[in-house]
């Protein structure tokens, strides 16, 4: 901070990694690196200001929707890589509610299920006692629908099933998590969700509801992980929704 202070005014660096004329220009970018994740670029002709989250590449606007109610907060972002969970614990009482988006998840082992669960507490301590329950509707490519549910408490929230491996195809999925910092209310999930199914190679949609009974807890984490084997690869950003 010292040496920071000494440098002129003149002689600062500019706060922004990357510039680009437009949308056209900033998305057509390629070549980010992992080194790259988390800077900030500025667009000229409406001099809106992005940061990079994915290299392939995702950009997230700051600042954007004027930070009124309803407006999204990137908060963090994991990236499998042979994972075996993806936890995300930047939860704070800032945001009742938020939104995971996992993007291109591909599990190591064909046939496993999607789970998510949450933490009772910032060490982070993770609930896997039968205090979830979950229902799910379903249609695949073939016009094939139906509902499936948990058959009584379970030990996590089940938001996709019997992933396929098959080259091309991953997981992915929009949850909208509600009241996960209210200390008296359940902890509920809305997931829609896009996946190849392996026992009959069919493209499905399910569209999952649940809830946790964290009683007079606060949800303190999320994870995401299989039930069993790695995740692979794929991302996963969380968003803090806004109240006001």
């Not at 499998?80 to 969970?85: D, G, K, L, N, Y």
């Not at 082992?109 to 999607?114: K, Q, V």
């Amino acid at each position: 901070m010292t040496d920071h202070k000494l440098i002129t005014l003149g002689e600062r660096h500019a706060p922004f990694q990357w510039t680009y004329a437009d949308e056209t220009e900033r998305e057509a970018a390629t070549g980010f690196t992992a080194d790259d994740l988390y800077g900030f670029a500025l667009q000229l002709d409406d001099f809106s200001v992005w940061i990079l989250t994915a290299t392939t590449p995702t950009w997230t606007e700051m600042g954007g929707g004027g930070g009124g109610g309803g407006s999204f907060v990137f908060l963090e972002q994991h990236i499998a890589s042979a994972s075996a969970s993806l936890d995300f614990v930047l939860l704070s009482d800032t945001y009742n509610d938020y939104l995971l988006k996992i993007t291109g998840l591909i599990p190591a082992s064909a046939g496993t299920n999607l789970r998510l669960r949450f933490a009772t507490d910032a060490t982070p301590t993770w609930d896997a006692g039968s205090n979830y329950r979950w229902t799910r509707q379903y249609w695949n490519s073939d016009g094939v629908e139906g509902s499936t549910g948990d058959g009584g408490g379970d030990t996590n929230i089940q938001i996709g099933a019997v992933i396929a491996t098959t080259a091309g195809w991953s997981f992915n999925a929009d949850i909208r998590l509600s009241n996960l910092r209210h200390a008296t209310l359940y902890k509920s999930l809305n997931s829609k969700a896009e996946q190849l199914i392996s026992s009959d190679s069919k493209l499905y949609g399910i569209h999952t509801v649940g809830f946790w009974n964290g009683g007079s807890s606060k949800a303190f984490g999320i994870r995401l992980l299989m039930s069993s084997g790695n995740i692979t690869s794929g991302a996963a950003q969380l968003y803090g929704i806004l109240d006001s």
